[in-house]
Every structure is written in structure tokens, then in C-alpha cells.
């Protein structure tokens, strides 16, 4: 599904991933912990192709196509798909509008997929403008709902989220990485299971998001390369207890 190999990335003049090979398998979750500041938002946003992350050696191969100089529509219409962690608020632009654009030609009730995530009342507001932080995060599913990607990043879920919203975004995650979202009230049941699952790339601080998904591997990103691959569970506590000081040793 993805795969990266050597991949070096330059931001604002500095380089910041210095060497990443990863490679995610159709259906499959992967997990991304870091410190702040290790270059974990700058692997996704080179992943989607936005202007400021120069790629300066390395591949990145998406469905068996070279993607790295895509432009970013080309890379969405491909199948990939992103929830930021701060999106922008775009004056003018309904989010209704803006989710019927993300499903270009696919058959789709938008009020019966904005039911699911419980933001019916937001589809006539401006996107994002005055959102509060679960609200986005809602917002945002929402649209990656309507696109219905191959493979899903996602930059901290849970941030901003208290914990009534957390088990709601937590359960669509779940449904959306398992392919199970209704695209309408009357979906067959044969066209939800012709449905293949969709892959993930989240990045997660608190580990919150673990609670709703299945995902079996993980990896620390620090400055810039990636190190301790093992169960995200097993990450976690590890990091819980020792902190990052653990990841440097393993890089020595
Ligand atoms: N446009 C930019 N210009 C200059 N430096 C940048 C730019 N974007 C990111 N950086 C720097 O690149 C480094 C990596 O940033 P990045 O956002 O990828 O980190 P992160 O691991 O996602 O951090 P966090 O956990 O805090 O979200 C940081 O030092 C950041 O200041």
C-alpha cells in the first residue's frame, strides 16, 4: 500500500527527516509516537506532497505508483487521505460544500454521514470558523468519510478532544479504518461488505486512540528517524515509563 525508502526531507532550510524507510500493508494500522518537534506532522505532509517539504533523496511509492513529486490532488484521487491537527478555517466555504467536494462522484447522503459523527448542525456553518477543537476533529471525519480513502493519516486525534467526544471520534475511526461507514441510509449490505479495509498512519501522544483500534505495529520517530519498532501498547508504556531517553540510546 505505502512504501518509503530513504526518504530525506528539508523544511524551511533545515533537514528534518533524515532517512525514513517504512512500509504499511494494505489494511493495516500503523502508529507513529515521537517527541515533539521529531519531524512526525513533516512525514505526513510530504506524504499528501504540500509545498515547503522538499524532498531531497528517498522514494515514496503509493498502490505501486512513484508519488514523490505527485501534486497533492493527484495523490487524493489515488487514495490518500488526511486529518491535520490544526486545519484552517476557510471563510466562505460551507462545510456541506466542502464534503460533497471530497466525495466527487460517489453516491453519498451527506446529512446521514454527518448524523454519524453527530455534526448535522455545523454542515451550513464556514469550515472551521469558530470550531471548537472536538468540532474540527468531527469536521474532519466527516470529510474523510465522504472521500472514502485507500489509506487514512492521521495527526493526533485525540488532541483537543475531551473524553465523551474521544469515544465518538474513537468509534468512527475504528468504523472508517474497518471500512464499515454508511454512505447513505439505504446502502445494501453487500455494497458495506464489498468495502476493503483502509489503511492508517496515526501519530498519537496519549495513546487514547489505541483504545478503539487495532494496530499492530509502531514505531518512535526521533529527530528525524525512525527507531523501536514494536507494539504500539508496548511503545507506549515504554515511553510512560522512560520517557524518549530509551530511543536515543537505541539510535546509538
Ligand atoms: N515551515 C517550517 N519552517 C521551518 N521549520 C519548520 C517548518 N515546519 C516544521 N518545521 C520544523 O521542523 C521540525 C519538525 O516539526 P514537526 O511539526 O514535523 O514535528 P512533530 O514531530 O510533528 O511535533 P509535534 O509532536 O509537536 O506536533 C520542528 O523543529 C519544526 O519547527
Do not use: W
Amino acid at each position: 500500500m505505502l512504501k518509503i525508502d530513504n526518504l530525506h526531507v528539508r523544511v524551511g532550510g533545515r533537514e528534518v527527516l533524515k532517512g525514513i524507510d517504512l512500509k504499511i500493508e494494505e489494511g493495516e494500522t500503523f502508529i507513529l509516537f515521537g517527541p515533539n518537534g521529531s519531524g512526525k506532522t513533516t512525514l505526513l505532509m510530504t506524504l499528501m506532497g504540500f509545498s515547503g517539504y522538499e524532498v531531497t533523496q528517498g522514494t515514496i511509492h503509493f498502490r505501486g505508483q512513484d508519488i514523490t513529486g505527485m501534486p497533492t490532488f493527484e495523490r487524493s484521487r489515488l487514495g490518500l487521505a488526511m486529518s491535520f491537527q490544526r486545519p484552517p478555517t476557510i471563510y466562505g466555504l460551507k462545510t456541506r460544500h466542502l464534503v460533497q467536494m471530497c466525495a466527487r462522484d460517489r453516491d453519498v447522503d451527506i446529512v446521514h454521514m454527518a448524523r454519524q459523527v453527530n455534526f448535522e448542525p455545523f454542515l451550513d456553518r464556514d469550515i472551521n470558523a469558530g470550531f471548537s477543537g472536538g468540532e474540527i476533529k468531527r469536521s474532519e471525519l466527516l470529510q474523510l468519510m465522504a472521500q472514502d480513502p485507500s489509506l487514512v493519516l492521521f495527526d493526533e486525534p485525540e488532541s483537543g478532544v475531551d473524553l465523551e467526544n474521544m469515544k465518538l471520534i474513537g468509534g468512527v475511526v475504528r468504523k472508517l479504518l474497518q471500512g464499515g461507514i454508511e454512505p447513505r441510509e439505504d446502502a445494501s449490505m453487500k455494497e458495506l461488505k464489498a468495502k476493503v479495509k483502509t489503511s492508517g498512519l496515526i501519530i498519537t501522544h496519549t495513546g487514547y486512540i489505541l483504545d478503539y483500534i487495532n494496530a499492530d505495529r509502531g514505531h518512535v520517530m526521533y529527530d528525524g528517524v525512525l527507531c523501536c519498532q514494536a507494539r504500539p501498547r508496548d511503545i507506549l508504556e515504554h515511553i510512560s515509563k522512560f520517557g524518549y531517553k530509551e530511543c536515543v540510546r537505541c539510535l546509538n
